[in-house]
């Protein structure tokens, strides 16, 4: 059974918008913390932000993208998504929505989307 289900990525200029969102299913809405990582060509996967699906919204970013991104969540929809502005060509990667525990950034994920490639052209 897929569990998180992201769509939205695709090709953008630079200093331009994409927003990616992520539908949870019941088991992945369990876990308490949903965040976005990206993984681009040649380097390891990074942590992009995170907050948790019910209660406060608490938000938590990656210093390379704070004040540029913004995630959010509807819990009654079971929805997360990632708005991205100012895009740059560093930001290009794979970007996966992921559950799992521990905050600000989970120590354990628990469910994993497919990926949404995002390409930011200069």
């Known amino acids: 059974q897929v569990q998180l289900v992201e769509s939205g990525g695709g090709l953008v200029q630079a200093g331009g918008a994409l927003r990616l969102s992520c539908a949870a299913s019941?088991?992945?809405?369990?876990?308490?913390?949903v965040a976005w990582l990206r993984q681009a060509p040649g380097k390891e996967r990074e942590f992009v932000a995170s907050?948790?699906?019910?209660?406060?919204?608490?938000?938590y970013y990656a210093n390379s993208v704070k004040g540029r991104f913004t995630i959010s969540r509807d819990s009654t929809r079971k929805m997360a998504y990632l708005q991205m502005s100012g895009l740059k060509p560093e930001d290009t990667a794979i970007y996966y929505c992921?559950?799992?525990?521990?905050?600000?950034?989970?120590?354990?994920?628990?469910?994993w989307g497919q990926g949404a490639q995002v390409t930011v052209s200069s």
């Open positions: 992921a559950v799992g525990k521990g905050w600000p950034v989970p120590v354990q994920y628990h469910y």
């Open positions: 019941e088991d992945a809405y369990e876990s308490p913390v």
């Open positions: 907050t948790a699906w019910t209660g406060r919204q608490n938000e």
